[in-house]
C-alpha cells in the first residue's frame, strides 16, 4: 500500500493515509520501523534508549555464526537483550550454510532471540574480499542454500528468518532481484534492501526506485527499504514512492535515538514533535552513558560514549574546547562538569536534521580471485574469521 502524503507550509511531509501493516512472522510491526544493525552502536544500551522513545523492531550488532557456535565469550555478551525487550531481534553473519543453519539452532533453542535477521550488505573490504556480505549474493546457489537452510532451522522454532542485501556489488553486477526472489522462495520472512551497491558504501544517494523495483518482484513477503533516513519526512517518502511496507534506519538516528518517537508519531499521522533544545539533548546523552556503563562497566563505556559526542552535539552552538572535552571524557562526573557549561536554552538546528555518520567515497570492491567468474559456484568461501560486530 502506497501512503498519498502531502506537504504542508512548514515544509513537513504528512501522511494521509493510515501506514502500511507490517508483519514479520508473529510479530506485528507498528509503526512499521526497524533499527539497522551498526557495529559499535545497536547494543543493548542503545537499543533501550531508542525503545525509550517508540516501537518498532531494534536489531543488536551483527553476530557472526561461527563465533555462536564456538559459544565465543564477547559474542554472547554482545548477545544481551534488555528485560523489557521485544521482539527480540539478532542479525547473523556468515557463508556456510551448515555454520549458519547451526549457530540458528542454538540462537532458537536456546530462547536466546526471536527474530534472525541475517546479512548479505555489508561493504567493508575486510568482508568482501572474503565473498562475505554484500559479495555474496553473486553466487546465487550458495546463497540459497544459505536462506534455505537458516529459514528451515528458525522455522523449528517458530522464530522469523530475515535477509537484508544491496542493490549488487557494483552497477554492472546487480544481484538485488535474484536475491528478493530467492530469498522469498526459500523461506525468508521478509526481506530489507539498502538502495546502494557495495561500491557505493554510503557515499551518494540512495536509489529509492530499486526498493520499488524489488516490492514489484517480491509479493507474498514484506520488502523494506533502507537507505537516507535522516528525518520523519524521508520515511514518509520512501514508502509513498516505493510502496515498500516498511522501512530501515541506520545513520539517521546516531546522534537522535529521539527519530524514533518522530517516526511514530509520523506514521500514525500525529504532528511530528520538534527537536530537542540542547539540554534535553545533554539529559538524552547522560542516560545513553549510564546505560553503557550498566551493562559494560565504567571504562569501557566511557570509551564507546565519545563516538556518539560529534553526533549528539551535531549542528549546536558548542566551542572547540567544548566539544574536545567531550571527545576525550574519561568518567561520568567529568562528563557532567562538561553538561553544565552547555547553553541549555539553545534550540535544535535545522543543520542537525541531514546525513550523519559515515559517508566516505565509493571505490572498488574488493573481491576473492576469481569471483565473478560463476555465479552458480556454490563452494563456500573462507570468510568467517571475523569478530562479531563487524
Known sequence: MRVPYVTGDNGRVTATLSAPTLKIGPYQVD??????????????????????????????????ARAVVERHPGTMHMMTFGEHEKPRS???????PKTMAEAVRIIVGEGLADHVDSNFGCPVAKVTRKGGGAALPFKRRLFADIVRESAKAAAEGGVPFTVKFRVGIDDDHQTFLDAGRIAEAEGAAA????????????SGQADWSKIAALKEAVTSIPVLGNGDIFSADDALRMVAETGCDGVVVGRGCLGRPWLFGELEAAFQGREIPEGPNLGEVARVLRRHTELLIEHDGPDKAMRDIRKHMAWYLM?????SELRRGFAMVTSLNQLDDLIAQLDHDAPFPSAATGPRGRQGSPGKVTLPHGWLDDPDD??????????SGG
Open 31 to 64: 509503526p512499521p520501523v526497524v533499527l539497522a544493525p551498526m557495529a559499535g552502536i545497536t547494543n543493548v544500551a542503545f537499543r533501550q534508549l531508542c525503545q525509550e522513545y517508540g516501537a518498532g523492531i531494534y536489531v543488536c550488532e551483527m553476530i557472526t
Open 90 to 96: 539478532m542479525q547473523l553473519y556468515g557463508v556456510d
Open 191 to 202: 526481506v530489507s534492501l539498502h538502495a546502494r551497491t557495495a561500491a557505493q558504501r554510503y
Open 315 to 319: 549542528g549546536f552552538p558548542v566551542g
Open 378 to 387: 556454490d563452494c563456500v568461501p573462507e570468510a568467517e574469521d571475523m569478530h
